[in-house]
């Protein structure tokens, strides 16, 4: 079994910053990747930013500049650090882990329940 927990969302004003944690644990070999995805009310799932092991980091256009992704492979965990937040970036936001659970198996994507971002004067 893996779990995967997000913490660190909150209600901040606009032009301010929030930090989200995430971490894998429970039965891992190995991770490939982790990344996070946002669902705001009424929309669908976007893609947010991701980090391969290597420190490869790939971002959506529309937080480029303003999110950093960043990871701990000791603790399994990333970190998305928001600066600059806008009101549109108000969603829940989840984190994923791309996990092989023994050597040569197939990787699977494991989802956290999600956290909070509200983004409001």
């Known amino acids: 079994q893996v779990h995967v927990v997000e913490s660190g969302g909150g209600l901040v004003q606009p032009g301010g910053s929030l930090r989200l944690s995430c971490a894998a644990s429970?039965?891992?070999?190995?991770?490939?990747?982790m990344g996070w995805y946002r669902q705001a009310p009424g929309k669908q799932r976007e893609f947010v930013a991701s980090?391969?092991?290597?420190?490869?980091?790939n971002y959506a256009d529309s937080v480029k500049g303003r999110f950093t992704i960043s990871g701990d492979n000791a603790k399994n965990t990333v970190y998305l650090q928001m600066n600059s937040l806008k009101p549109e970036d108000t969603a829940v936001y989840s984190c994923?882990?791309?996990?092989?659970?023994?050597?040569?198996?197939?990787?699977?994507?494991?989802w956290g329940q999600g956290t909070q971002v509200t983004v409001s004067s």
């Open positions: 980090m391969i092991t290597s420190g490869s980091t």
């Open positions: 994923y882990a791309d996990v092989t659970q023994i050597r040569g198996g197939v990787p699977i994507d494991y």
């Open positions: 429970g039965s891992i070999f190995s991770i490939y990747a």
